[in-house]
């Protein structure tokens, strides 16, 4: 994926770009889900779309949503 360059380097590379775009996570997540017409009528955001609801990686990623992991010395509930 990301070769010698950090995924987390890579994550704030994305994150600086959709900031420099004008997007966050959660429109980003939305317009990918739903978007617009144009977005429903663009074969690449089409597919991505496609791909993420049909990956097996994506109950594994909903489950981590419901029930985040936590460092050993986190005390919130």
Known sequence: MAGTISI?????AILYFMDAVGLNLPLFLDYLSWGDVECVQDPQIWYEHTALMVSDKLPKILKRWLSPPWSADTHDV
């Open 8 to 12: 987390a380097a890579c994550i704030r």
